[in-house]
């Protein structure tokens, strides 16, 4: 599977019933979405960046990656990988309001976990840092180093890319 580099978002929308229909599987799906495919691997790797120049701003992909396994309160049943994103304007500029991180791919060897990150909870984030999260991910081991890529999207111009940060450890938060 190829993935582009950038892209035009018109091609990517989807009819209303489409949407509805997307929107109701991802909502009835309690497994994460996770896929083992090689050439998607390979598509992702070969057209993210680990800078993205856009307009006359610098970013870079900032990440927490992590599995909550405190003791203590209720416990859930399953304690699923956590991911914080932040956009991060590398000149400590504003990051525009049409900017946005649409989807999320983590790679932990030859799987990928997918997710549509939502925005972030954490309180003071600078203006130069736009924060996702996403919270339904697998149960992986913790102490592993992943590969975290993002599809950023410009909407003021309709094009996303992909932004890669590299080697970011699986943490365990106890």
């Not at 993935?3 to 799906?29: D, H, Q, R, Y």
């Not at 691997?41 to 970013?59: C, E, F, M, P, Q």
């Not at 990051?95 to 925005?119: A, H, K, Q």
Request: proline share 7%.
């Amino acid at each position: 599977m190829k993935v582009p580099t950038e892209f035009n978002i018109s091609a990517f929308k989807l009819s209303a019933g489409n949407l509805i229909l997307a929107a109701l599987l991802m909502v009835s799906c309690e497994k994460p979405k996770i896929v083992e495919d090689n050439e998607l691997i390979k598509a992702l790797y070969a057209n993210s960046k680990d800078t993205l120049r856009i307009g006359g701003n610098k970013y870079i992909l900032e990440t927490y990656i992590y599995r909550n396994l405190m003791p203590g309160g209720p416990i859930p049943e399953k304690r699923p990988v956590i991911a914080g994103l932040y956009l991060v304007n590398a000149d400590t500029l504003p990051v525009p309001g049409y900017m946005d991180i649409t989807r999320l791919y983590v790679i932990n060897g030859r799987e990928v976990w997918i997710s549509e990150p939502v925005d972030g909870v954490q309180p003071h984030v600078p203006d130069f840092k736009l924060n996702k999260l996403s919270r339904d991910g697998p149960e992986w081991e913790t102490g592993v180093f992943v590969d975290v890529i993002a599809t950023i999207v410009d909407n003021s111009a309709g094009k996303g890319y992909l932004l890669i940060a590299r080697d970011q450890l699986l943490e365990r938060v106890e």
